[in-house]
């Protein structure tokens, strides 16, 4: 597998990663722990912070973008002012789930529905299995990113669908049409805006989301995988909500962690559940 993505240090509330050739120390709540290799931040290529943006390190350079491989998906990285870069490196073990689970499935209905989709890593992750995937996201510039990342990963032909639309109204439409999907995945943001402003807020609206994606799973659908990086939320929790609400079938649960070598501290930085029916 190729991996260019790894976590070097973490402590007093920032991370240190490496994408690639570039490597980026910025804030990180769930560190609060010293750090364990005071001296592996000198080779730091730029640090954010929600002062100053981003600065670049010593005589370092900081590209405006640069292209990285991360457990065998490829996607272009852009620093944003907010300080993200276009992936959650965390989701990355996830991928490698979504492809296996689906390599053993059959395409029964209309494939694969991925919800908040952003820069396309679970969508990559499920076309590569071979299955037709519709990507959402209500940010007309995060779809474009994922569709130049599908042709990076040689998918530029692969049956996707890009959607720019808010989660809930392409739901509804979707259950309007009869549609009916062999898998969903969904990424809820703890608050977030829909194409035409439309408000998303977790709390509110998870239950409600799912009840559709409830109603748009086929019956032999494969999975529903609902990850979340809402501070707070736990797995436990997740459990009870999507094991409660989708009825007879079979839960498993983990955490999301940003990981590097052996022996680099993991940092815990979300939590997912998968449901899939009964056989
Ligand atoms: C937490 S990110 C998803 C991260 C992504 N799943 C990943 O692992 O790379 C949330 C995404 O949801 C999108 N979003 C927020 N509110 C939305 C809404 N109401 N409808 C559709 N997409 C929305 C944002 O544009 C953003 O790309």
Same mark, same amino acid.
């Given at each position: 597998?190729?991996?260019?993505?790894?976590?070097?240090?973490?402590?007093?509330?920032? !991370?240190?990663?490496?994408?690639?050739?570039?490597?980026?120390?910025?804030?990180?709540?769930?560190?609060?722990?010293?750090?364990?290799?005071?001296?592996?931040?000198? &080779?730091?290529?730029?640090?954010?912070?929600?002062?100053?943006?981003?600065?670049?390190?010593?005589?370092?350079?900081?590209?405006?973008?640069?292209?990285?491989?991360?457990?065998?998906?490829?996607?272009?990285?852009?620093?944003?002012?907010?300080?993200?870069?276009?992936?959650?490196?965390?989701?990355?073990?996830?991928?490698?789930?979504?492809?296996?689970?689906?390599?053993?499935?059959?395409?029964?209905?209309?494939?694969v529905l991925n919800l908040f989709a952003y820069?396309?890593?679970a969508?990559?992750?499920?076309?590569?299995?071979?299955?037709?995937?519709?990507?959402l996201d209500?940010?007309?510039?995060?779809?474009?990113?994922?569709?130049?990342?599908?042709?990076?990963?040689?998918?530029?032909?692969?049956?996707?669908?890009?959607?720019?639309?808010?989660v809930n109204?392409?739901l509804?439409?979707?259950?309007?049409?009869?549609?009916?999907y062999?898998a969903i995945m969904l990424d809820p943001p703890?608050?977030?805006?829909?194409?035409?402003?439309?408000?998303y !807020?977790i709390?509110?609206d998870l &239950?409600?989301t799912l009840?559709k994606c409830?109603?748009l799973?086929?019956?032999?659908?494969?999975?529903l995988l609902l990850t979340s990086?809402?501070?707070?939320?736990?797995?436990?929790?997740l459990?009870?909500?999507v094991?409660?609400?989708?009825?007879?079938? !079979?839960?498993?649960?983990?955490?999301?962690?940003?990981?590097?070598?052996?022996?680099?501290?993991?940092?815990?930085?979300?939590?997912w559940v998968q449901?899939?029916?009964?056989?």
């Amino acid at each position: 597998m190729q991996n260019e993505y790894a976590l070097l240090d973490s402590g007093e509330g920032r !991370k240190l990663e490496r994408f690639g050739y570039v490597v980026l120390s910025r804030p990180c709540e769930q560190a609060v722990w010293e750090r364990q290799d005071p001296e592996a931040w000198a &080779v730091c290529s730029a640090s954010f912070d929600r002062e100053h943006g981003w600065t670049a390190c010593g005589g370092a350079q900081m590209p405006d973008s640069w292209v990285v491989t991360i457990n065998d998906i490829t996607m272009r990285l852009k620093p944003s002012p907010a300080g993200h870069l276009g992936v959650f490196p965390e989701t990355r073990e996830l991928w490698g789930m979504v492809t296996d689970t689906l390599r053993g499935a059959q395409v029964k209905g209309s494939g694969v529905l991925n919800l908040f989709a952003y820069s396309g890593g679970a969508t990559m992750a499920a076309a590569r299995a071979g299955f037709p995937v519709c990507h959402l996201d209500s940010s007309k510039s995060m779809v474009t990113r994922a569709r130049d990342n599908a042709a990076l990963n040689h998918l530029g032909d692969a049956p996707i669908r890009w959607i720019v639309e808010d989660v809930n109204k392409f739901l509804d439409r979707e259950i309007r049409r009869g549609r009916r999907y062999d898998a969903i995945m969904l990424d809820p943001p703890s608050f977030g805006r829909g194409a035409r402003g439309e408000q998303y !807020k977790i709390d509110r609206d998870l &239950v409600l989301t799912l009840e559709k994606c409830k109603a748009l799973l086929t019956e032999k659908s494969v999975f529903l995988l609902l990850t979340s990086h809402t501070r707070g939320v736990t797995a436990p929790q997740l459990e009870g909500v999507v094991g409660g609400l989708m009825g007879r079938g !079979k839960t498993a649960t983990g955490e999301m962690e940003l990981t590097g070598a052996t022996g680099v501290r993991a940092v815990s930085s979300g939590v997912w559940v998968q449901w899939k029916p009964e056989q």
